[in-house]
């Protein structure tokens, strides 16, 4: 299964709590007039530049293991690479908005918009996670119709460049999922443009298989912990 | 109210046509460019700083009080050039090789010209060569790098070691930031300072040159 994934603005509708959390505004109920009015014109840039799109291609354990070994730089031991071998089903996923938001808050910054260049900055960073919401969900979807998921199945997404997973893992992750169909490109140094999109492998299997502590070497590097959000997360 | 006093207020509520405006009377009005600059500009800038670390105001309030610095700095550069009247200090900031994203850094960047720093921002993906090299060439007393990647913010070390094995690390200082960054990564690897967020790290590159 591979599947071009396009999706329409309201469906990715960011969501404002988020945005204004990012931001640091923490005011509720209502946050200050001159910070409503920056999301407003963010959300208006936004519904305008962005041009969401996503590709999801399923791939066996055996083809993975190929994948996540990468350019040989990876953490000798990382969550991934314990979770993907229990896994019943992997897909590969990348979704973009597109060159135009990301292009339009260079520019924002450059012409001394800060404020206006930063919450889009935020309204298309929590944009991107809902197309690569929509690939979960399309993902899953394909697994229940098939009849390949249990009660107890439960997708999370794993990407390169966080918690032990090398950034150079995209080279092999692109040639095998071909993001150049929606006009994803890799950087030498195997950063995605537009900057604006996200890739890795979605894992579907038993919730528990998701579980684990966060105390790999590199974790005490790492100050975000948000895996423990995430693994929260799992009912 | 003085015209200073009014550069200063109107930055603080980030109007910056009326930053622009006073600053340009300032100017007409012969008050000598150093003074506009420390108690109009960065007075309003530092009010702000406060601001925001008691949480009193927000990030996207610093950011518009940081346009309306600028349309005054903009009008009042170009004098302070001419006059010969040097910046407190020059700053190298990039984000480090293999990584793309600059939003924290370019907040950084914004928060460092407000105190009065003269900033020179490398981009993103920078290599360590590139870092050492050109704080070498600007006499830049700082080196501030960015990471948003696990992976990516090994690439700090890199600087470092390069700074060390060039035998600049007593006049070159070193401050790190970014999501996956902490105090504890920056003394492993031999950091001078460590920057929680962009207010933080400008307290922190304040206090690394006054230490020289």
């Keep these: ?104 808050i260079n520019e924002l910054f450059k012409l001394n918009e800060f404020a206006l260049g930063c919450m889009l900055d935020s309204v298309a960073s ?49 040639e095998f999922l071909h993001p150049e169909d929606i006009a994803i490109s890799l950087t030498d140094s195997f950063l995605m443009q537009p900057l604006k999109s996200v890739s890795g492998v979605m894992i579907a299997g038993p919730k528990e298989i998701h579980h684990f502590e966060d105390n790999f070497p590199f974790c005490s590097k790492c100050s975000g912990h948000t895996c423990r959000e995430r693994i929260k997360s799992l009912r | 109210m003085d015209i200073l006093k009014q550069i200063s207020e109107n930055l603080r509520g980030g109007n910056d046509k009326k930053v622009l405006e006073f600053t340009k009377l300032a100017i007409e009005q012969k008050i000598p460019p150093k003074d506009i600059l420390d108690d109009g500009l960065i007075a309003g800038m530092d009010t702000v700083g406060k601001l925001f670390k008691a949480h009193e105001i927000f ?25 010969g009247i040097p910046t407190i200090g020059k700053v190298v900031i990039g984000t480090i090789q293999g990584d793309l994203h600059d939003i924290g850094k370019n907040l950084v960047g914004i928060m460092l010209k407000g105190a009065g720093f ?26 501030g790098m960015s990471a948003l990647l696990t992976t990516t913010m090994q690439g700090m070390r890199k600087v470092i070691d390069l700074l060390n094995e060039r035998g600049l690390s007593g006049e070159i200082k070193t401050i790190i930031g970014g999501a996956p960054v902490s105090e504890e990564f920056a003394r492993e690897i031999g950091a001078d300072a460590y920057g929680y967020d962009a207010a933080s790290a400008v307290d922190r590159v304040k206090k690394l040159t006054r230490e020289k």
């Design chain 1, 1 to 104: 299964m591979r599947e071009i994934i396009h999706c329409s603005i309201k469906d990715i509708k960011p969501d404002v709590d988020i945005i204004l959390k990012s931001q640091g505004v923490f005011t509720p109920p209502e946050p200050p007039e001159k910070i409503n009015a920056l999301l407003d014109m963010s959300m208006d840039l936004f519904g305008k530049l962005s041009i969401p799109m996503g590709i999801i291609s399923e791939i066996s354990i055996s083809e993975f293991e190929v994948v996540y070994s990468g350019e040989g730089q990876n953490e000798k031991n990382t969550p991934v690479n314990e979770i993907f071998r229990r896994a019943d089903n992997l897909a590969l996923f990348t979704a973009t908005l597109g060159e135009g938001i990301s292009r339009e």
């Design chain 1, 126 to 174: 929590e944009g991107i996670e809902k197309v690569a919401e929509i690939a979960q969900n399309h993902f899953s979807e394909y697994l229940s119709k098939s009849g390949q998921t249990t009660p107890s199945t439960r997708i999370m997404r794993y990407s390169p460049g966080y918690c032990g997973w090398h950034i150079s893992g995209q080279k092999k992750l692109f």
């Design chain 2, 59 to 83: 990030l996207p309030d610093v950011l518009l009080a940081a346009k309306a610095m600028y349309s005054g700095m903009d009008e009042l550069k170009p004098i302070l050039i001419r006059e």
């Design chain 2, 118 to 143: 003269e900033v020179i921002d490398l981009g993103n993906d920078v290599s360590p060569e590139k870092f050492v090299e050109r704080a070498k060439k600007e006499n830049a007393k700082v080196i």
